[in-house]
C-alpha cells in the first residue's frame, strides 16, 4: 500500500455551464419543446459559492414548469462538491461527526445526520451499479470468494466478498441469506457465468467445494490454509503415538516408527503439492482404510484419524494442485494457490471501517460503506471519480 496514492476526482461547480433540457422530466409527456419561464436564485451551502441562478422552463406540450440547475447543484441545498469532499473525508477514515467538524472548520455547516446521508447515496449508487455497470464487459478467468461477518443491531451478519484473484479487484459485496452449499452457489454461479469464470478460488470449507462443483468450477482451495491445518493435525496425531497409549496401530500391525514416517511423508508432500503425489497420498490412505471407527460417545483412535486425515487431502488433490496445472502461454501459474486477494479484500475494505465502530446499525449500511469503500479501492491507480457517483 505504501506505493499506492488515493485520486479523488471531486465533483465541480460551475454556475455558468447550463445543460439545456432535452426532454420533459414528467411522466407521460415527453415534450421536446421548451421557453424560459423565469430564472431565479438559489442559495447554496458550498466551498465557494453561496448562490446560484436557476432557470425555471415551461413545456410547451404540458405547459408544465421545471428547473434546470448548473454544474455541480441539485434540489438540494447542498452543493456536489461539499457532498463529494464529505464522502472523501469518510473514505479517508473519519467517522461522520468528525467529518462534520472538520466541515464546518472550513466555514461549511454539514450535520452529521447529512454526512451520513450523502456516504449511504455513493455507497448505494456503487450497489445499483454493481451488476451492469462493473460486469458489463468484464472478464476474468476466475473469481475467489470468501465470507466474514460484521456486527448489525448486535447480531452477526454474513458478508460475501467476491474477487477477481489474477487481479485483486473487488467484484461484488453481499449479504448472503446463509453459509450453505446452496446459498453459495446461488451467489457465485451468476456472478461466474457474467464475468465468464470457469475456476473458483477459496478457502477449504466444505460448503465452497459443493457450490463449485455444483457449479461446474474448477476449484483451487487455499493452500496456505491446507498446510496449516494438516500441520496442526499432523502434531497432535504425532504427539499421540509417542505416548505410547494408543493401541489403534498394533491392530492394524503397523509400527509407531512406521506411522510417524507417513505423517511426515505427507508434510513433505503438503508442501511441495505436485499433482503426481496423489497417487503417493491414495496408498497412505490405504495402509489405514481399515482403521475401525470411534464407537459413541469415544475420541477417535490415532489409526482412525490418519486414515480419515490421508483420505481427505487425497481427494483434496486436485483442489490443491489445480494452480500447478494452470498456467500461461509462458508456462507460468496463473494462479498462486492462495485465496489471499479475498482476505485483501477484506482486511482493507471491510474490516479496517468496520474495526473502530462498535456495530452498524443498518445492513444496507453495511453494503454502502464496503461497496463504497472497495470500489475506491479498485480505482486507487487510475483516480475515483466522486462527480459521477455522487451525481
Not at 67 to 87: D, E, F, L, T
Not at 213 to 230: A, P, W
Amino acid at each position: 500500500m505504501d506505493n499506492m496514492r488515493l485520486k479523488l476526482i471531486l465533483p465541480v461547480v460551475n454556475p455558468e455551464q447550463m445543460t439545456k433540457p432535452e426532454k420533459c422530466p414528467h411522466k407521460k409527456c415527453g415534450g421536446k419543446h421548451f421557453k424560459v419561464h423565469q430564472g431565479v436564485e438559489k442559495a447554496i451551502r458550498d466551498s465557494q459559492y453561496t448562490e446560484v441562478r436557476v432557470v425555471r422552463y415551461e413545456c410547451l406540450r404540458c405547459r408544465r414548469t421545471f428547473r434546470v440547475y448548473p454544474q455541480g447543484v441539485q434540489r438540494a441545498h447542498v452543493s456536489q462538491r461539499v457532498k463529494g469532499i464529505a464522502v472523501m473525508l469518510y473514505i479517508l477514515g473519519l467517522s461522520y461527526g468528525a467529518v462534520a467538524i472538520v466541515m464546518e472548520a472550513l466555514g461549511i455547516f454539514l450535520s452529521k445526520t447529512s454526512v451520513y446521508r450523502a456516504v449511504q447515496a455513493a455507497g448505494k449508487a456503487i450497489g445499483e451499479m454493481k451488476r451492469t455497470e462493473l460486469f458489463s464487459g468484464y472478464r476474468s478467468q476466475a473469481i475467489g470468494a470468501d465470507i466474514t461477518a460484521v456486527k448489525c443491531k448486535g447480531k452477526w451478519l454474513p458478508i460475501g466478498v467476491m474477487v477477481d484473484p489474477i487481479h485483486g479487484l473487488v467484484l461484488s459485496i453481499d449479504h448472503l441469506s446463509g453459509e450453505d452449499a446452496e446459498a453459495l452457489q446461488q451467489w457465485i454461479e451468476p456472478a461466474a457465468e457474467m464475468v465468464g469464470a470457469h475456476t473458483l478460488v477459496t478457502d477449504d470449507a466444505d460448503a465452497f467445494k459443493q457450490a463449485a462443483d455444483k457449479s461446474g468450477l474448477d476449484h483451487q482451495v487455499c493452500k496456505s490454509h491446507v498446510v496449516r491445518n494438516t500441520e496442526e493435525l499432523i502434531a497432535s496425531i504425532s504427539q499421540t503415538i509417542e505416548t505410547g497409549k494408543d493401541t489403534s496401530l498394533a491392530q492394524l500391525h503397523i509400527e509407531p516408527a512406521q506411522a510417524l514416517a507417513d505423517l511426515q511423508r505427507l508434510s513433505e508432500f503438503i508442501h511441495s503439492r505436485q499433482p503426481h503425489e496423489q497417487a503417493e497420498i491414495q496408498a497412505l490412505y490405504e495402509r489405514y482404510a481399515q482403521a475401525a471407527p470411534p464407537k459413541k460417545g469415544e475420541p477417535a483412535s490415532a489409526a482412525y484419524r490418519m486414515r480419515h486425515l490421508f483420505l481427505d487431502r487425497w481427494n483434496l488433490w486436485p483442489r490443491l494442485t489445480y494452480y500447478r496445472t494452470w498456467k500461461d502461454k509462458q508456462g507460468k501459474p496463473i494462479l498462486d494457490g492462495t485465496n489471499n486477494a479475498s482476505e485483501r479484500a477484506i482486511g482493507w475494505w471491510i474490516k479496517e471501517r468496520y474495526r473502530s465502530m462498535r456495530g452498524y446499525k443498518q445492513e444496507q449500511s453495511v453494503l454502502n460503506v464496503s461497496r463504497l469503500i472497495a470500489f475506491c479501492g479498485n480505482h486507487l491507480s487510475k483516480g475515483f471519480d466522486l462527480a459521477a457517483i455522487i451525481a
